[in-house]
């Protein structure tokens, strides 16, 4: 890993920790066992370097969006497949989804947030295209809501929470549970074995 990397790593975990505003450049330099001038040849700003946090994120959301019309031809076997890919997005990105969903409305001006919000209504305007039906949308909007929260809340708190593993079934099943259950049987990554409680 480069120190630009950890850089980056250092100031994911500490914005999502402590707070975008909560946190500072020497702080960062601090966690990564190196100076502020070295924080600052890589990133200009603090702003910059949660640009450069974000974006991998980003990008990986709206490879997303663009994977989303593949439901038009046939939803219910496309299903499975998009929810995975949402759920491993999440999952993957769990420290930039913390910050963007705890700390969006402080951090509404700053470039990276602002291209978050944007990506969000490109969600939001292409499941209105792709769903089926307003209350398949409506329950499927709740359900990746949801994801986002929890991931945020076991980023940000000390409560209890099932395995890393055990997070990925559940979210899965629950947003086909809620968009598709007819596809529920097809869920790419399930565990669960035979005689297991619903």
């Known amino acids: 890993m480069t120190t ?6 250092a100031a994911l975990e500490r914005f999502a920790r ?18 502020k001038s070295s924080v600052l040849y890589h990133f200009d700003s603090k702003e910059a370097l949660l ?11 709206t490879e997303l969006i663009e994977a989303l019309p593949e439901l038009h031809d046939d939803k219910v076997a496309a ?6 890919r949402f759920v491993d997005t999440l999952m993957a990105h769990s420290a930039a989804v913390s910050i963007f969903v705890t700390q969006r409305g402080a951090l509404r001006e700053v470039p990276a947030i602002v291209r978050g919000n944007a990506i969000v209504d490109a969600i939001a305007s292409t499941l209105v295209l792709e769903a089926p039906t307003t209350r398949t949308l409506t329950r ?5 809501a949801g994801v986002a929260f929890i991931l945020a809340d076991a980023s940000e708190t000390a409560h209890e929470h099932p395995s890393p593993e055990e997070m990925r079934e559940i979210f899965i ?13 097809a869920a790419a990554g399930s ?4 005689g297991e409680d619903a």
């Not at 402590?18 to 100076?35: C, K, M, N, R």
């Not at 099943?173 to 049987?185: I, N, R, V, W």
Request: hydrophobic share 40%.
């Open 191 to 194: 565990t669960r074995t035979e």
């Open 79 to 84: 299903a499975p497949g998009l929810v995975t």
């Open 140 to 144: 499927l909007s709740i359900g990746l």
């Open 4 to 9: 630009r990397d950890e850089i980056i790593r």
């Open 173 to 185: 099943e629950t947003l086909l549970e809620l968009c598709m259950p007819d596809a529920l049987p």
């Open 51 to 61: 640009e450069a946090a974000m974006q991998p994120t980003m990008d990986a959301l």
């Open 18 to 35: 402590f707070g975008y505003l909560g946190s500072s450049i020497q702080q960062i330099a601090d966690d990564v066992g190196t100076s």
